[in-house]
């Protein structure tokens, strides 16, 4: 799998947007980047992926550089509820002895203060 | 909107015993997985299952566990005989599409070992 990088913390004001940053220099034209979040300790949920193309759901936007070996995650709105750890990975397409595992990393924990 | 049941929320067992942590994936996904999260540290993969049969496996899957799909609806992981360092949130998650399709995750069985 693609390693990826991100920073270990971040800060958001409330009703600011957050932008969260992933590295991933070392991902394969197959390979999609996917966004997840844990909150305290739930399961992880599911935000976002995309390939090449910026793409953009009710919860956040995702924008991948030209060169995709970095992305960022918008979350608009942030909600005090937004306050979570978040994941970037970069997911293994089928293939040889790969069936869409997810390989988490220590993720950014994202803090929304008033 | 349809979501990932697992159960129990919570088991505390003494060292040396077995336990089965149960999972219903949602109705119409193919693929499933078991992931363990210790306190404090990142969310590690241990097993897809397709087919009814392992796809995948991680080091940490050893002889100790097992999983199975025992009645087309439960998936359920077994771990033989517990051990102290198997104390963790154990997450189940499934999906319909294993080259992009989303893992939906359960809530997560927490268990202590003893």
């Known amino acids: 799998d693609a390693k990826t990088t991100q920073p270990p913390s971040m800060d958001c004001a409330e009703g600011r947007a957050a932008n969260l940053p992933c590295n991933h220099s070392t991902i394969s034209g197959n390979e999609y980047v996917y966004w997840y979040r844990q909150i305290h300790s739930q399961g992880p949920q599911y935000i976002i992926h995309?390939?090449?193309n910026n793409e953009t759901n009710e919860m956040a936007s995702l924008i991948i550089t030209e060169d995709r070996k970095s992305s960022t995650l918008i979350l608009p709105h942030a909600t005090l509820r937004d306050t979570a750890v978040y994941y970037c990975?970069?997911?293994?397409?089928?293939?040889?002895?790969?069936?869409?595992?997810?390989?988490f990393g220590q993720g950014t924990i994202l803090t929304v203060h008033p | 909107e349809p979501e990932v049941t697992q159960t129990p929320s919570h088991q505390v067992t003494q060292m040396g015993q077995e336990v089965i942590l149960r999972c219903v994936p949602i109705s119409n996904h193919l693929y499933f997985y078991w992931y363990r999260q210790i306190l404090g540290q990142k969310v590690e993969f241990l097993v897809s299952?397709?087919?009814?049969?392992?796809?995948?496996k991680s080091e940490i899957f050893d002889d100790q566990f097992s999983v199975e799909r025992p009645d087309g609806s439960n998936f359920t992981l077994k771990i033989r005989s517990t051990k102290l360092e198997d104390s963790a949130m154990y997450f189940c998650a499934s999906t319909h599409r294993v080259l992009t399709g989303e893992l939906f995750f359960g809530e997560g069985s927490r268990l202590t070992v003893l």
């Open positions: 995309g390939l090449k």
């Open positions: 299952f397709y087919n009814n049969e392992i796809s995948e």
């Open positions: 990975i970069v997911r293994t397409p089928l293939g040889g002895t790969s069936y869409g595992k997810l390989t």
